[in-house]
């Protein structure tokens, strides 16, 4: 990997980062930085409250969404789990997608179980900002956005009926990046929801 001599825009210490890297932690300031063809600047992140009794080991960079989805069509060729997705998809939903450098499948594992369960992170008191630097974001907010519907898809796959052909829409909100934290390489987020 490439590194490329960048100097934070808040603090001007040095930023190393690498040619995928969208936003990256200030080891100085701690700020995130977001690297995009208009330069450098500071973009809010939220860090999520670790489960209790857990010990950090890294952070994580996740987007976050709302989206409704609308269900139009959703056709069987044997059970139904019709009843089940309609009342899941009732309500907006939040969509929870790993931006740092991760395999599609391990995204996927991440993120579905996420999704069917909802959970609501806190968020940490900015003194308690961790001095480890988050893993750099290489997954872009439009990238993640197109992963959503992605993850629909298999969420109405895994159902237990056999899926034959669905169509639906998402309309999805702006994105926020939460910083998790990670503990022995999975996550270890006090889930409140
Ligand atoms: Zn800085």
Redesign the pocket.
């Known amino acids: 990997m490439k590194l490329v001599a960048l100097q934070?825009p808040?603090?001007n210490?040095s930023l190393p980062a690498g040619n995928d890297d969208l936003v990256v932690a200030?080891t100085?300031?701690r700020?995130a930085i977001l690297l995009d063809e208009q330069g450098l600047r500071p973009l809010p992140v939220t860090f999520a409250q670790p489960r209790p009794g857990s010990t950090p080991t890294a952070w994580v960079p996740v987007w976050l969404f709302q989206g409704q989805v609308t269900l139009h069509r959703r056709e069987t060729q044997g059970g139904n789990a019709e009843k089940e997705a309609r009342s899941f998809w009732s309500q907006p939903r939040y969509f929870y997608i790993p931006a740092w450098d991760i395999t599609l499948q391990s995204l996927q594992q991440i993120s579905l179980p996420m999704l069917r369960a909802q959970p609501q992170f806190s968020p940490l008191p900015a003194g308690a900002i961790p001095s480890t630097p988050f893993q750099p974001v290489t997954v872009s907010a439009e990238d993640a956005q197109k992963l959503t519907e992605f993850l629909v898809l298999e969420l109405e796959v895994d159902r237990q009926d056999w899926l034959k052909s669905i169509s639906f829409d998402i309309s999805l909100g702006q994105p926020v990046l939460w910083i998790l934290p990670q503990s022995q390489g999975n996550l270890a987020v006090d889930e409140t929801g």
Do not use: G, T
Request: glycine content about 0%.
């Open positions: 934070c808040v603090c210490h200030c100085n300031c700020n």
